[in-house]
């Protein structure tokens, strides 16, 4: 099994997947290339790989049988909900595009 189906399976923690890059760099015999080792799609993966915040909403994309974009694109419109005032919402867009997570 993957990490990512590891992982929704309740069996690994997100944090853990260093542990398995770990492992596929010490797997001499594997033929699959990162991505697929994690269960990533490649699109996954590479936002994955420069934006490792990103994980959680990748798991929640599996989980809910969506897209990471989709995923974002929900967290992203709950704050904007939450916010007071339409400049508020505007802030805490940039804020959330600053640390990463959209």
């Known amino acids: 099994?993957?990490?990512?189906?590891?992982?929704?399976?309740?069996?690994?923690?997100?944090?853990?997947?260093?542990?398995?890059?770990?492992?596929?760099?010490?797997?001499?015999?594997?033929?699959?290339?990162?991505h697929e080792y994690l269960g990533m799609s490649w699109e996954e993966y590479s936002v994955w790989a420069t934006r490792p915040s990103i994980l959680p909403f990748i798991l929640s994309a599996r989980n809910n049988g969506t897209s990471f974009d989709v995923e974002l694109n929900q967290e992203r419109l709950a704050l904007a909900a939450r916010a007071e005032t339409a400049e508020e919402a505007q802030?805490?867009?940039?804020?959330?595009k600053l640390i990463g997570k959209i």
């Open 1 to 34: 099994m993957s990490f990512i189906d590891l992982c929704l399976n309740g069996d690994v923690l997100e944090d853990e997947v260093d542990s398995f890059v770990d492992s596929w760099h010490e797997d001499d015999e594997t033929t699959l290339e990162l």
């Open 91 to 96: 802030r805490m867009e940039s804020w959330l």
